[in-house]
């Protein structure tokens, strides 16, 4: 629409329009009730902490928010292929573009990683008996760069530019010759920060697992959602910096006119390796985790430890090395030869191998167990079949020869979904439920809670199996609209009611987080019949939680001390002194410095880019200055001084 | 149980489902290409249907209820044997997939040297968001491919701005159009008819548009309408 003000036209589009009334409304309310309630001191604890559950809740919290952002896109892509030659709002062209562009990205780096590395800060030191993250400050900064990294993209929407050029960002579409509107700088910026972030979060990961276990808890005898977070964190730390290559490359070709990605010396397919060598281990990036929460939940849930540990443990470091080797099945197409094809069409055959194993051993460890169909438990048992329909399409799309018919159709779009919304999605909300109780103290509401899964899952198969004939019909991805000859109606009008489904189930969840913080219902420390470290110390875990240390002998150390020393643990002589909690403004301020930078890259302007440019160094030798070891060691505290 | 029998029903959608444009060729690549999809999935589906036996089987014997609550279950570590099985079964099942796989693939892969004596010749030019078709005697087309029945012909792929992917769904899968290289792609259509050909990569605002259709036709007729073309421009 337009409109006049100062005696100039301007142009807004009406879904813009509407969001910037829908983002003021709810932030004047959320103002609103904020203050109401005084809780203003809660919020300045949050923004400052440096302690692991409280920035692992604040990262569940940020993903569960870009999930609504993200998923009401989903539902407008799927109003708009409702029927064919459909009309809906302004959603066609470059506006439905920009849409599933910003929903694939925003879901996979602003919602999958978030919410499993949040799901990671609150678990994973506790189940190791760590007292806190390693580098408790690094563990702020790193959530604030991720957050920086998110809100960059997502606020390209509200300045009408978003990134347009799909979550791949295949150039040279995404160079400035094809795509000069700012857009795809925001995802580029976006994703460079966030990046940063997640890879200081994995060094983060890899040294608390490393570092900080309990006396005892060796290697061997880690709860399998440990293993997975150590494989995801090898996977992200070398993995994520072939993205910042990647990114970097293309923000030369997009600002300062070099030509990597196109011209004579340069190519596109370099930007299809560069981006898929870090976009395969991503998809394992952000499975990993979830398969460790699946084993945690499964093994609790039919009261057994998980069967074949060892092949457990094995199959997630197999899958994260061949992750590595499979990076050209996304790339079948581009006519790399005949050896490459088929040498790269069985390494992705292979990872149905050790994938195997585990759908497997998860299925034993149910057998002759008393299984407790739970709400967590419920969507671990969901995700089996849903995954396995994934795996297996992941399967035949490995077949190269077939994917020249399979790939960039909707038979693709319904095995990703397949695996990230049955793997990942699923997971994040079985470890939701699961660890909530040690987020808050209380559980989540378990009619809602079964309310939610059944209403998400139905509405997921019937959104995404009728996709697999949709791609079978010739149904190309990425398309806004289609005809009625195309013969692919009814497959994407069943989707289109499934998507909505999923919608109303995804408010349960919404609804049973009010209502469970309305009226909770305080459980204590072991609201599951737990068998790991996590289960031992208070709801909502404390700082400092493991005093005394327990001494940890076994696998499943609560479960061996209920059935045999009357769930007493036995007591560690030595303990590792707890790495060093602040509190600081500094990574909130940094971030927000770092954010500023990107922008004024993004617009060009040079004299802001050199002024914030000098600020982000002065910023690294303030750091440096700072020394919390001196003062706690003046202080006389014990502390860790790695 | 809704969703078992939603899951019968699409199956069998999935079976019957010839009318599915890339399970109805009309040419030896995509026939092969369909046979490969079909016995992918056929093997796929004994490893599916072997995962669900099992996942209903434990869920509803070893499901909780008031004579089971309160025992504990033996502790069970694993067990070799089971896992070896579950490891090495797979991979016969992937070793078997191999084989038509590899052959297939390599042959569908393979950089075209020759060209079959008979072959007609066609130019595809993609470009943002239209394709241009150039037969041997000069006459182009614009979103409009036709080509004789039972004789090979050489698509030479190029692209004038970003990447394209040349898509005939019955007559074969996609190839990329690359922006400063050239492409081959060989195909022999088998039977007359008009097929639906489309841009499967995406490549901007109008991509969804970026279709053409493919006639199929009668040597002869073929020749005529070349010939009645060339005289147009003529």
């Known amino acids: 629409m337009t409109f006049e003000l100062f005696n100039r036209t301007f142009f807004i589009a009406t879904d813009v329009l509407l969001a910037y009334i829908a983002l003021i409304g709810t932030g004047l309310g959320v103002l609103y009730l904020v203050n109401r309630a005084n809780k203003w001191s809660v919020i300045k604890d949050y923004v400052t902490t440096t302690h692991h559950r409280k920035i692992g809740v604040l990262y569940l919290l940020s993903a569960t928010l870009f999930f609504l952002r993200a998923g009401i896109e989903a539902l407008i892509i799927r109003t708009q292929l409702a029927v064919p030659e459909n009309d809906f709002w302004v959603f066609q062209g470059d506006k439905f573009n920009e849409a599933f562009t910003t929903h694939g990205t925003i879901m996979i780096f602003f919602v999958a990683m978030p919410l499993l590395i949040g799901l990671m800060n609150v678990a994973v030191p506790l189940q190791i008996g760590a007292q806190d993250m390693a580098f408790p400050y690094m563990n702020a900064l790193s959530f604030w760069l991720f957050l920086a990294g998110a809100i960059l993209v997502n606020m390209s929407f509200f300045m009408t530019a978003s990134p347009n050029a799909g979550w791949t960002a295949y150039a040279p579409l995404s160079t400035a010759e094809f795509t000069p509107e700012a857009g795809n700088d925001y995802y580029i910026f976006g994703l460079q920060v966030s990046g940063v972030g997640t890879i200081l979060a994995a060094i983060n990961m890899i040294v608390t697992i490393v570092r900080h276990r309990a006396p005892g808890m060796k290697m061997t005898r880690m709860p399998l959602f440990a293993w997975s977070t150590l494989v995801t964190a090898f996977l992200i730390l070398i993995a994520f910096p072939v993205l910042t290559i990647a990114l970097y490359i293309l923000m030369f070709d997009r600002l300062f006119g070099t030509s990597f990605f196109s011209?004579?010396?340069?190519?596109?397919?370099?930007?299809?390796?560069?981006?898929?060598?870090?976009?395969?281990?991503?998809?394992?990036?952000?499975?990993?985790?979830?398969?460790?929460?699946?084993?945690?939940?499964?093994?609790?849930?039919?009261?057994?430890?998980?069967?074949?540990?060892?092949?457990?443990?094995?199959?997630?470091?197999?899958?994260?090395?061949?992750?590595?080797?499979?990076?050209?099945?996304?790339?079948?197409?581009?006519?790399?030869?005949?050896?490459?094809?088929?040498?790269?069409?069985?390494?992705?055959?292979?990872?149905?191998?050790?994938?195997?194993?585990?759908?497997?051993?998860?299925?034993?460890?149910?057998?002759?167990?008393?299984?407790?169909?739970?709400?967590?438990?419920?969507?671990?048992?969901?995700?089996?079949?849903?995954?396995?329909?994934?795996?297996?399409?992941?399967?035949?799309?490995?077949?190269?020869?077939?994917?020249?018919?399979?790939?960039?159709?909707?038979?693709?779009?319904?095995?990703?979904?397949?695996?990230?919304?049955?793997?990942?999605?699923?997971?994040?909300?079985?470890?939701?439920?699961?660890?909530?109780?040690?987020?808050?103290?209380?559980?989540?509401?378990?009619?809602?809670?079964?309310?939610?899964?059944?209403?998400?899952?139905?509405?997921?198969?019937?959104?995404?199996?009728?996709?697999?004939?949709?791609?079978?019909?010739?149904?190309?991805?990425?398309?806004?609209?289609?005809?009625?000859?195309?013969?692919?109606?009814?497959?994407?009008?069943?989707?289109?009611?499934?998507?909505?489904?999923?919608?109303?189930?995804?408010?349960?969840?919404?609804?049973?987080?009010?209502?469970?913080?309305?009226?909770?219902?305080?459980?204590?420390?072991?609201?599951?019949?737990?068998?790991?470290?996590?289960?031992?110390?208070?709801?909502?875990?404390?700082?400092?939680?493991?005093?005394?240390?327990?001494?940890?002998?076994?696998?499943?150390?609560?479960?061996?001390?209920?059935?045999?020393?009357?769930?007493?643990?036995?007591?560690?002589?030595?303990?590792?002194?707890?790495?060093?909690?602040?509190?600081?403004?500094?990574?909130?301020?940094?971030?927000?410095?770092?954010?500023?930078?990107?922008?004024?890259?993004?617009?060009?302007?040079?004299?802001?880019?050199?002024?914030?440019?000098?600020?982000?160094?002065?910023?690294?030798?303030?750091?440096?200055?700072?020394?919390?070891?001196?003062?706690?060691?003046?202080?006389?505290?014990?502390?860790?001084?790695? | 149980m809704k969703k078992i029998k939603w899951l019968v029903a699409s199956l069998f959608i999935f079976l019957t489902g010839c009318n599915l444009r890339v399970l109805d060729p009309k040419s030896e690549t995509a026939r092969d290409q369909s046979f490969l999809i079909q016995f992918s999935f056929a093997l796929m589906m004994i490893v599916f249907a072997i995962v669900i036996i099992l996942f209903v089987w434990f869920l509803s014997k070893y499901r909780e209820n008031d004579q089971n609550k309160d025992y504990i279950p033996a502790d069970e570590k694993g067990s070799p044997w089971l896992e070896i099985t579950w490891t090495v079964i797979p991979f016969i099942l992937l070793a078997i997939l191999a084989v038509p796989t590899v052959s297939i693939t390599f042959e569908q892969s393979a950089q075209v040297e020759s060209t079959p004596a008979n072959a007609v010749q066609i130019e595809v030019t993609g470009q943002q968001f239209s394709w241009t078709f150039s037969y041997q005697n000069g006459v182009e087309t614009v979103n409009n491919l036709r080509l004789p029945v039972d004789r090979p012909v050489e698509f030479t792929l190029r692209s004038e701005d970003i990447i394209h992917s040349f898509w005939i769904p019955k007559l074969g899968g996609k190839k990329d159009l690359i922006p400063g290289k050239t492409r081959r792609m060989i195909v022999t259509p088998e039977e007359t008819g008009t097929y639906q050909g489309k841009c499967a990569e995406f490549c901007g605002r109008e991509h969804t548009k970026m279709r053409f259709t493919t006639t199929v036709m009668e040597e002869s007729e073929y020749e005529q309408w070349l010939q009645e073309m060339k005289e147009k421009i003529e």
């Not at chain 1, 167990?369 to 799309?397: D, E, K, Q, S, Y």
């Not at chain 1, 000859?485 to 049973?512: H, K, P, Q, R």
């Not at chain 1, 002589?573 to 410095?593: E, H, K, M, Y």
Request: proline content about 6%; some cysteine; overall charge neutral.
């Open chain 1, 263 to 642: 011209g004579e010396a340069g190519s596109p397919i370099y930007w299809q390796h560069l981006f898929w060598i870090f976009g395969h281990p991503e998809v394992y990036i952000i499975v990993i985790p979830a398969f460790g929460i699946f084993s945690d939940v499964i093994s609790t849930f039919s009261k057994k430890r998980v069967f074949g540990y060892t092949s457990m443990v094995v199959a997630i470091v197999i899958i994260g090395l061949l992750g590595f080797m499979v990076w050209v099945h996304h790339m079948f197409t581009v006519g790399l030869g005949p050896v490459v094809n088929t040498v790269f069409a069985i390494t992705t055959m292979l990872i149905a191998v050790p994938t195997g194993i585990k759908i497997f051993n998860w299925l034993f460890t149910m057998r002759k167990g008393v299984i407790h169909l739970g709400t967590p438990m419920l969507f671990a048992a969901g995700f089996i079949p849903t995954f396995v329909i994934g795996g297996v399409t992941g399967v035949m799309l490995a077949v190269a020869a077939a994917d020249f018919q399979f790939h960039d159709t909707y038979f693709v779009v319904a095995h990703f979904h397949y695996t990230m919304v049955g793997g990942t999605v699923l997971g994040a909300f079985a470890g939701i439920y699961y660890w909530f109780p040690k987020m808050f103290g209380f559980k989540l509401k378990d009619g809602l809670g079964k309310a939610h899964f059944w209403l998400f899952l139905i509405g997921f198969h019937i959104t995404f199996f009728p996709q697999h004939f949709a791609g079978l019909n010739g149904m190309p991805r990425r398309v806004y609209t289609y005809t009625a000859e195309d013969n692919i109606f009814i497959f994407n009008f069943i989707s289109t009611i499934g998507a909505f489904m999923m919608g109303i189930g995804t408010l349960f969840f919404v609804w049973n987080i009010y209502k469970s913080f309305k009226n909770p219902d305080r459980c204590g420390n072991d609201p599951w019949n737990g068998r790991t470290l996590e289960w031992s110390v208070p709801s909502p875990a404390p700082e400092h939680p493991f005093d005394p240390m327990p001494q940890v002998t076994t696998i499943d150390p609560l479960w061996e001390a209920k059935r045999n020393r009357g769930g007493k643990l036995p007591v560690a002589n030595t303990s590792r002194s707890a790495p060093i909690d602040v509190t600081s403004w500094q990574p909130v301020g940094f971030s927000g410095l770092i954010m500023l930078f990107s922008l004024s890259f993004i617009y060009h302007v040079t004299w802001l880019q050199i002024v914030l440019g000098i600020m982000v160094l002065a910023f690294f030798a303030l750091r440096t200055l700072t020394d919390e070891h001196t003062k706690m060691a003046r202080e006389g505290e014990d502390h860790d001084n790695i």
